[in-house]
């Protein structure tokens, strides 16, 4: 899986976009770009994903660059329940065996503040 | 739909003790997974399993043992609890074949909080 690099920490204020970048410069043509949070002490959770082209959905916009070699994570209208450390995890597109399991790295620790 | 849960919410151990983490989701999904979170760190894969009957070891196996008897649950024991093994274990499931989700999308339980003193 292609290695990402985030900034460890950005701050928000409420009402405003998070925009969370992301770098992949070494991604493969077959691999996925995957956004997951973690809100303090629950379960990492699912946001979005993409290959190519941008991506919206209900929680969140995915902007990947024509070269994919970075992407940024746009939460349009952030909260304060938006706070949570954000990763961002490359994968190819269908693994098997060990390679399903998600590679977290460090995030970015997203505070949106008041 | 329950998702994925995971029981005890907390423990502590003292050394020596063993235990089992449980783990089920009632999503039908074939791959199922044990991961741990020590503080101020990502996630590591302790053991997966792609289907009933079927394991594997993940990056970090040692003192862990699972099984697979049925698609729904996935224990996880600690054979003889160690100081390192505190951590907050997370269980998380997918399914390649799920009508919704992306086939890699995991969903996770809201883990176990262990103590071994």
């Known amino acids: 899986d292609a290695k990402t690099t985030q900034p460890p920490s950005m701050d928000c204020a409420e009402g405003r976009a998070a925009n969370l970048p992301c770098n992949h410069s070494t991604i493969s043509g077959n691999e996925y770009v995957y956004w997951y949070r973690q809100i303090h002490s629950q379960g990492p959770q699912y946001i979005i994903h993409g290959l190519k082209n941008n991506e919206t959905n209900e929680m969140a916009s995915l902007i990947i660059t024509e070269d994919r070699k970075s992407s940024t994570l746009i939460l349009p209208h952030a909260t304060l329940r938006d706070t949570a450390v954000y990763y961002c995890i490359v994968r190819v597109a269908r693994p098997s065996g060990s390679a399903r399991q998600l590679t977290f790295g460090s995030g970015t620790q997203l505070t949106v503040l008041p | 739909n329950a998702g994925v849960t995971q029981t005890p919410k907390f423990q502590v151990l003292k050394t020596g003790q063993s235990m089992t983490l449980q783990c089920a989701q009632d999503?039908?999904?074939?791959?199922m997974s044990w991961y741990r979170q020590d503080p101020g760190m990502g996630l590591r894969l302790i053991h997966y399993s792609v289907g009933a009957g079927i394991t594997d070891q993940g990056e970090v196996p040692n003192g862990y043992n699972v099984s697979r008897s049925t698609t729904e649950d996935f224990p996880l024991r600690l054979l003889s609890a160690a100081p390192s093994q505190t951590s907050v274990y997370f269980c998380?499931?997918?399914?390649?074949?799920?009508?919704?989700?992306?086939?890699?999308?995991?969903?996770f339980g809201p883990g176990t909080r262990l103590t071994v003193l």
């Open positions: 999503m039908n999904h074939e791959y």
């Open positions: 998380a499931s997918s399914s390649q074949t799920s009508g919704r989700a992306h086939p890699h999308e995991q969903f």
